[in-house]
C-alpha cells in the first residue's frame, strides 16, 4: 500500500519569503500525485497535480511543485507567500488502478505573518 | 456549479447514539468517496461509491460504520452506535469518470463530536 510523508507539520513565515513543502511518497508504480490547500473556515481544494509530461507543475496562486521520481518527492514552492497563504496544505497520491482513492500526508499548517 | 455539499456541519453527540451524515456531490459525479481525519491525524480513505455500488471499502473501520447511496445520487453514512475515537471531521468527495487524475471535490466536511 502506499503512504505519503510530509516533513514539516507546522511553518511559520513573514510575507515575502520563500516557501517549500516536502513531501515524499512511498510505492513502486506509477502515481498521481496532488497538492490541497485548505483555508481557515473553507473546504479542502486543489492546488495543483502532476500525473505525467513536465515533471514542473504550475498550480493556483503562484504555486509549483516538482516531482522527482529517483526520490519519491513531489515538493510544493512558492517564491513569496501573501498572508492570505495561511492555510494547511496536503500532499496526496493515487494509483490508477485502485479506483483512485487518495492517500494524503498527514498536512502542514502554515502559519504567514503580515 | 454547485460543490459538494454535506449535512450536518456539525454533530455532537453521546457515546452509544446513531448519526447519520450526508453528502450530495456534484451533479452528474458518478464517484463518490468518504474521508475522515481523527484530530492530529492524516485525512483517511473510508470508502468510494461508483454510481450506487460499493467499489471500495476498505478503509471503514468496522461494522459500526454503513455507507449507502441509494439512486446514485446523495450518500449517507451511519455510525451505530458512535464511540468515542468516531470523533473527527468526515469529508465527502466526488469525481467524475474518466482519468485517474481527474481532480476530487471536496465538501465542507462534518466534525463530529462523541461525548
Known amino acids: 500500500a502506499q503512504s505519503v510523508s510530509q516533513h514539516n507539520h507546522h511553518v511559520i513565515l513573514s510575507e515575502a519569503a520563500s516557501l517549500e513543502l516536502g513531501c515524499n511518497y512511498s510505492y513502486g508504480g506509477t502515481v498521481n500525485l496532488f497538492w490541497y490547500v485548505q483555508y481557515p473556515g473553507q473546504h479542502l481544494q486543489l492546488l495543483l497535480k502532476?500525473?505525467?509530461?513536465?515533471?514542473l507543475v504550475k498550480g493556483i496562486k503562484g504555486f509549483e511543485a516538482e516531482f522527482i521520481k529517483s526520490k519519491f518527492s513531489f515538493n510544493l514552492r512558492k517564491p513569496s507567500v501573501q498572508w492570505s497563504d495561511t492555510a494547511e496544505y496536503f500532499c496526496?497520491?493515487?494509483?490508477?488502478?485502485?479506483?483512485?482513492?487518495?492517500?494524503f500526508g498527514g498536512g502542514t499548517r502554515v502559519l504567514v505573518k503580515p | 456549479e454547485a460543490g459538494v455539499t454535506q449535512f450536518p456541519s456539525h454533530s455532537v453527540i453521546e457515546k452509544g447514539q446513531t448519526v447519520t451524515l450526508r453528502c450530495d456531490p456534484i451533479?452528474?459525479?458518478?464517484?463518490l468517496y468518504w474521508y475522515r481525519r481523527v484530530m492530529g491525524k492524516e485525512i483517511k480513505f473510508l470508502l468510494h461509491f461508483v454510481k450506487e455500488s460499493k467499489q471500495d471499502e476498505s478503509g471503514m473501520p468496522n461494522n459500526r460504520f454503513l455507507a449507502e447511496r441509494t439512486g446514485g445520487t446523495y450518500s449517507t453514512l451511519k455510525v451505530q452506535p458512535a464511540e468515542l475515537e468516531d470523533s473527527g471531521v468526515y469529508f465527502c468527495?466526488?469525481?467524475?469518470?474518466?482519468?485517474?487524475?481527474?481532480?476530487?471535490?471536496f465538501g465542507p466536511g462534518t466534525r463530529l463530536t462523541v461525548l
Open positions: 451533479s452528474g459525479h458518478d464517484n
Open positions: 496526496a497520491v493515487n494509483v490508477g488502478t485502485a479506483g483512485n482513492k487518495l492517500t
Open positions: 468527495a466526488s469525481r467524475r469518470g474518466g482519468a485517474s487524475y481527474n481532480e476530487q471535490f
Open positions: 502532476y500525473f505525467s509530461g513536465d515533471p
